[in-house]
């Protein structure tokens, strides 16, 4: 039997256009002799649709396009699709997410998700009731078990501590399945491939049964997910990989499994570079955005953003606009003009000492009493954002900050000023990341001028100012963020990690102080285990982070 996986890349709530794209998927299919076609989880609506589901003529509209797809692919092989259905008991929330099995122009089946994740980036216990026992598709001559996305992921031999009280996919194996199918959307972060595959290889050869796993592919809002699907046979061994970053059709005949079809996965740097460009690519597209602007300052967040941009959106796509004050270095404009030539980018300069002359007369006697300090550095980085964003709205162009995660940890970031703008490209990438995927950028010929990458990082606010007069060398830093950040780490805890507790203490102050920063910050592409967006959930008004 030929199984199709139709990965593609859906828009949230756009059911017309996804409905479409799967019978387009599906014809691909057939013409390849596919006898079932498999989409990803939620594929009609979109993952993830957040509190769309907690509209009711949403989900009505929803099964109306259901059933008008079931009847427009009544010609092609039988679809298992990605949905969400009403829970019709009177208690518990009121949608289950399913798969919606199409065959014969109508919904014959409907298969419900057991295992609703609500941590990090999911919230799916809001909306959906958890599916309870075996669900399984009699197909062929074959015995299907059909499972969605989380339901594969609480194996208690390969997790330490499972999340979960049962694994579906045990009670699918013990029930005797010829074949498990897993319609998912699992979002991208650095390395999660890897796990994935090592997880998957370790259910099918445990359980003795092939795994087909249909992955999402594309990016809405914050979420960028790879797609990569993949087909293990019963002994473990990977037989299929569908193309990472990219809409692809695998087919493959799963009880044969005699060729493979192994498209290969990036490495850790260049996947990161291909999932910040679809995931600017996609949010400029799905929000109506033709073009772009980056506030271009010699410096290497600004010129890794620009190189981004120029992959996901063409030269024509985007603006690079330098803004120079009187404490900006010549360098720093040669080498923000050099980049814009080496892409290909037009630039636009706006020179800002005029205008901070001119908030200097009209602040003079406000400020009379007070010496001068940081405020006067962020009327200057507010000067700029507002430059931005009048050009946003002349050019009808999205603005994109530049600032990175190690900034935006400590608050080394102004409100109104490099934090403007309409996403944060970088903004799930610490200092240390932005380097090396500016070295990765250069890997073949210099794309990025090697003095930006060379200087020490600077402001450029005052006079002589460098980043280390206020923080920590960033490879310092960097590794106590990521111990806070990703491992979840207090200060003390840090400290025993052998870092100097003043050190310590003065980070935390800085994490503490910046979390309004955070909660105001523009929507972040996430590329890690975890992000500042919907699966940071730190309180603004607390007091937490201490040392003893």
Known sequence: MKVALLQFNPTVGDLAGNANKILKFAKMAKSKGAELCVTSELALLGYPPRDLLLSADFIKKSWNVMQKLAKDSKSLPPILVGTATANKNKQGRPLYNCAAFLEDGIVKKIFLKSLLPTYDVFDE?????????????????????????????????????????????????????????????????????????????????????????????????????????????????????????????????????????????????????????????????????????????????????????????????????????????????????????????RTVTIPITPLMESYGKSLEKAFA?????????????????????????????????????????????????????????????????????????????????????????????????KDQDILPPYDVLDKILYLYVEKQKGPNEIVKEGFEKKLVRKVFSMIANAEFKRRQAPPTLKVTGRAFGPGWRMPVAAKHLFIK
């Open 125 to 345: 216990d809001r909306y959906f009731e958890p599916g309870e026992g075996v669900q399984t598709l009699s197909f062929r001559n074959q015995k299907i078990g059909v499972s969605i996305c989380e339901d594969l992921w609480n194996d208690r031999d390969f997790w330490k501590r499972p999340r979960y009280k049962y694994d579906p996919v045990e009670m699918l194996a013990q029930d005797k399945v010829d074949l498990i199918i897993n319609l998912s959307s699992s979002p991208f972060s650095a390395g999660k491939q890897k796990l994935r595959e090592l997880m998957i290889k370790s259910a099918s050869r445990k359980h003795k049964v092939a795994i087909i796993y249909v992955n999402q592919v594309g990016s809405n809002d914050d979420l960028i997910f790879d797609g990569a699907s993949l087909i293990f046979d019963k002994k473990g061994k990977l037989r299929a990989r569908a193309r990472a970053f990219e809409e692809d059709v695998l087919v493959l005949d799963i009880e044969k499994l005699s060729g493979s079809q192994i498209s290969k996965y990036p490495s850790d740097i260049e996947s990161i570079y291909k999932a910040l460009s679809l995931g600017l690519s996609d949010y400029m597209g799905k929000c109506g955005f033709k073009s772009a602007l980056i506030g271009l300052s010699g410096g290497i967040d600004s010129s890794v953003v620009a190189c981004i941009a120029q992959n996901a959106l063409g030269k024509k796509g985007v603006t690079g606009v330098l803004m120079p004050s009187p404490y900006t270095a010549s360098e720093s404009i040669s080498d923000a003009l050099k980049l814009a030539k080496n892409l290909g980018i």
């Open 369 to 465: 009493p007070f010496k001068r300090d940081i405020t006067e550095e962020n009327i200057q980085a507010r000067i700029r954002g507002n430059i931005l964003m009048a050009l946003s709205n002349k050019y009808g162009s999205l603005v994109l900050s530049t600032g990175n995660k190690s900034e935006l940890t400590v608050g080394y970031t102004t409100l109104y000023g490099d934090l403007a703008g309409g996403q944060a490209v970088i903004g799930d990438l610490f200092k240390t990341q932005v380097y090396n995927l500016a070295k990765w950028i250069n890997r073949k010929n210099e794309v990025i001028p090697k003095n930006v990458i060379r200087k020490p990082p600077s402001a450029e606010l005052r006079p002589n100012q």
